[in-house]
T-cell receptor, first 115, second 113 residues
Framework: GAVVSQHPSWVICKSGTSVKIECRSL??????MFWYRQFPKQSLMLMAT?????????EQGVEKDKFLINHASLTLSTLTVTSAHPEDSSFYIC???????????FGNGTRLTVT | GNSVTQMEGPVTLSEEAFLTINCTYT??????LFWYVQYPGEGLQLLLK?????DKGSNKGFEATYRKETTSFHLEKGSVQVSDSAVYFC????????????FGKGTRLSVIA
């Protein structure tokens, strides 16, 4: 079945540094990928929609200059958290859609801790 | 816009008890409906789905029926196990193009032996 691989699974970084998270579709092509953020004990909130070959679409309230998204190929989307701060500590999850109404395929998530 | 309302937890049950987690939705048209499960420290796994009215999704003893008349997709299991302890998310996805999932807030289930 369709698999989405997300890397790294966890990362600890110092405040002010940048962190890149990769999301790969392993056995299918994804022109669109979705990036979600989940704070502890809360639901998943859509941050942005990553589109291959064009600019990402950001949800209201998400800073596009802080959360840089690059969808360089049909199998890879990256999320870079720039100048990270402790409040950016969260669980970030990517997903890619199947065809029509098939369920989205999720990566295993990346737990980011900013110290 | 589309939204999902899910019963708040946490829910604590004894092993072999009956489980119901309520989920209702608001959407234009007829979305697809899903239940996802998140075990501690892990990502999301699809538990079951239903794509049209009166469809019943089922997996691992869990069931949910797409009720258009009540705009509901309640999750049920007849006899829960300790291994079912997790957070359960109800979600919907619209029909148009590559649309993201809209999630409920999640319900934490703890099953005690």
């Amino acid at each position: 079945g369709a698999v989405v691989s997300q890397h790294p699974s966890w990362v600890i970084c110092k405040s002010g540094t940048s962190v890149k998270i990769e999301c790969r579709s392993l056995d299918f092509q994804a022109t669109t990928m979705f990036w979600y953020r989940q704070f502890p004990k809360q639901s998943l909130m859509l941050m942005a929609t990553s589109n291959e070959g064009s600019k990402a679409t950001y949800e209201q309230g998400v800073e596009k200059d802080k959360f840089l998204i690059n969808h360089a190929s049909l199998t890879l989307s990256t999320l870079t958290v720039t100048s990270a701060h402790p409040e950016d500590s969260s669980f970030y999850i990517c997903s890619a859609p199947g065809f029509d109404n098939s369920p989205l395929h999720f990566g295993n998530g990346t737990r980011l801790t900013v110290t | 816009g589309n939204s999902v309302t899910q019963m708040e937890g946490p829910v604590t049950l004894s092993e072999e008890a009956f489980l119901t987690i309520n989920c209702t939705y608001t959407a234009t048209g007829y979305p697809s409906l899903f239940w996802y499960v998140q075990y501690p420290g892990e990502g999301l796994q699809l538990l079951l789905k239903a794509t049209k009215a009166d469809d019943k999704g089922s997996n691992k003893g869990f069931e949910a029926t797409y009720r258009k008349e009540t705009t509901s997709f309640h999750l049920e299991k007849g006899s829960v196990q300790v291994s079912d302890s997790a957070v359960y998310f109800c979600a919907l996805r619209g029909l148009s193009g590559n649309t993201p999932l809209v999630f409920g807030k999640g319900t934490r289930l703890s099953v005690i032996a």
